[in-house]
């Protein structure tokens, strides 16, 4: 059994900055690949960013690319989203995603989830 737990989402105002993390328990071993994804109430769940183990291999939505930074620590089972530059329309529930295969970029592909923190970001 895996569980993923997202923290860090919170009320901030444009320009300012938050870290989300998604800490994996159980079965670490599929946590090979971790994706962020949000989404906002009547839309699809939209990619943000993801990184393979091998953490030279980041991927980006273009929405922002330069502004935010993903990335694991050593143990490889948590994943972060450095949030900077905050923009309204970055307010969402944010999730993480882990293991599966196929494209990074589509929340199809992943195997397991959590259960999301909110970001909103006031103008």
């Known amino acids: 059994q895996v569980q993923l737990v997202e923290s860090g989402g919170g009320l901030v105002q444009a320009g300012g900055s938050l870290r989300l993390s998604c800490a994996g328990s159980?079965?670490?071993?599929?946590?090979?690949?971790m994706g962020w994804f949000r989404q906002v109430p009547g839309k699809e769940r939209e990619f943000v960013a993801a990184?393979?183990?091998?953490?030279?291999?980041?991927y980006y939505s273009d929405s922002v690319k330069g502004r935010f930074t993903v990335s694991r620590d050593g143990a490889k089972n948590t994943a972060f989203l450095q949030m900077n530059s905050l923009k309204p329309e970055d307010t969402a529930v944010y999730y993480c995603g882990a293991g599966g295969s196929g494209s990074y970029y589509s929340p199809s592909a992943y195997n397991y989830w959590g259960q999301g923190t909110q970001v909103t970001v006031s103008s």
């Open positions: 990184i393979s183990r091998t953490i030279d291999n980041k």
């Open positions: 159980g079965r670490t071993d599929i946590m090979y690949r």
